[in-house]
Each structure stands twice: as structure tokens, then as C-alpha cells.
């Protein structure tokens, strides 16, 4: 998976990030069943990043999943926590 991720400080430098980051899931090959299109998902991703340790943050997060599907597409909102850690 490919992903696309851009973070701007909200205030000073360490401080919280505002995140945005973007990635495709793409069918290289023909499944049964399947939407006759390349793309299997699409993720759009908006958020916070707020440091609560060295190399340690918190992301409270939207996440906007879309599968093209044969009938109507799959368009799925989830709101998720994610705790990174970067060493």
C-alpha cells in the first residue's frame, strides 16, 4: 500500500499536528463478484496528532472508506484512536 500523509502544527513545534493522509487499494487482477474497476478501496484519513510521550501520539481520527461495488458502493465512515509509536 501506497499512502499519502501531510501533518501541519496547530501551535508551537511538538505541539498538536493536524493530519491529513490519502491511499488507493488497487486490483491488479479480476476477482468474481467484483465492480469492474481498478480500484478496490480509497481512504481518506483527518485527524489530530497529539504527542503524549517522546516518539509517543495519540490520533483521534475520521476515516471515509470507499469500495466500488457492483450495486451501490460502499461508503463507510469510521471514527477511530490510533496510538503511534516512532523510534
Known amino acids: 500500500?501506497?499512502?499519502?500523509?501531510?501533518?501541519?502544527?496547530l501551535?508551537?513545534?511538538?505541539?498538536?499536528s493536524g493530519v491529513f493522509?490519502?491511499?488507493?487499494l488497487f486490483n491488479l487482477n479480476r476477482r468474481p463478484g467484483a465492480a469492474r474497476t481498478?480500484?478496490?478501496q480509497w481512504r481518506v484519513q483527518l485527524g489530530l496528532?497529539?504527542?503524549?510521550g517522546p516518539g509517543i501520539s495519540v490520533e483521534p481520527s475520521y476515516l471515509?472508506?470507499?469500495t466500488p461495488r457492483r450495486g451501490p458502493d460502499l461508503d463507510a465512515h469510521i471514527f477511530r484512536t490510533m496510538?503511534?509509536?516512532r523510534w
Not at 3 to 9: D, G, I
Not at 21 to 24: D, F, H, I, M, N
Not at 49 to 52: E, G, H, L, N, Y
Open 49 to 52: 496528532a497529539i504527542p503524549v
Open 83 to 85: 496510538l503511534i509509536w
Open 64 to 66: 471515509n472508506l470507499y
Open 1 to 9: 500500500r501506497q499512502q499519502v500523509r501531510a501533518e501541519l502544527p
Open 21 to 24: 493522509a490519502t491511499e488507493g
Open 11 to 16: 501551535g508551537s513545534p511538538g505541539g498538536v
Open 38 to 40: 481498478v480500484i478496490d
